[in-house]
């Protein structure tokens, strides 16, 4: 994200109209690319420090956990936000496309909260009401359309789509435990 916003600046932001502009067939390329652009340094820097330690969070788990919730967030937020999000009225293209990682950011909050909920596990409630502490004020504020020039939309299908991935693999959270337990189980029968 860092290389992509200096080649960005070099480019006068011209590579931002390959955001997410809801509602068009060029808009859907954004779906994909809007996580790695932003529109400009502050706006990569207050996504960056909650996408490594969110993100860190999620990579606990494997590699493949971290990609596929990762894909997950992305596409489905990314889908969700061109399909509802509001299309910008200015004439400004920095204004006209959604972009930046935030709703990556609220995923990786929403898929962790939620998979306390679904795994109940010590650890992972524990990690849930942790990110609920340290994070929970600034998602929350991040929801409400506070400002124009903030895809409030994008946070919100960022955060949906990271409890849906949880709901969907709530079942191999589920196995994944009883798995743990089974051979404690066994020892004591």
Do not use: C, K
């Not at 502490?133 to 409030?152: D, E, K, M, Q, R």
């Amino acid at each position: 994200m860092w290389v992509v916003q200096v080649v960005n600046i070099f480019m006068e932001y011209s590579l931002n109209e390959y955001g997410v502009v809801p509602r068009t067939i060029e808009g859907l390329r954004g779906v994909p690319l809007s996580p790695f652009l932003h529109g400009g340094f502050g706006h990569l820097m207050s996504n960056t420090v909650p996408l490594l330690v969110l993100g860190g969070l999620v990579a606990v788990r494997g590699q493949a956990n971290f990609v596929g919730v990762t894909a997950f967030i992305i596409l489905a937020g990314g889908t969700g936000l061109w399909a509802a999000g509001r299309p910008w009225p200015w004439d400004d293209i920095q204004f006209l496309v959604h972009v930046g990682a935030s709703g990556l950011v609220f995923g990786y909050f929403g898929y962790l909260v939620a998979r306390g909920w679904y795994e109940r596990s010590f650890l992972s409630i524990f990690v849930a009401l942790v990110v609920i502490l340290v994070f929970g004020t600034g998602i929350f504020l991040g929801l409400l359309p506070t400002a124009p020039h903030i895809s409030w939309e994008g946070h919100l299908f960022g955060l949906i789509a990271g409890v849906l991935i949880a709901a969907f693999t709530r079942d191999q959270f589920r196995q994944a435990r009883q798995s743990a337990v089974s051979p404690q189980r066994q020892r004591n029968v």
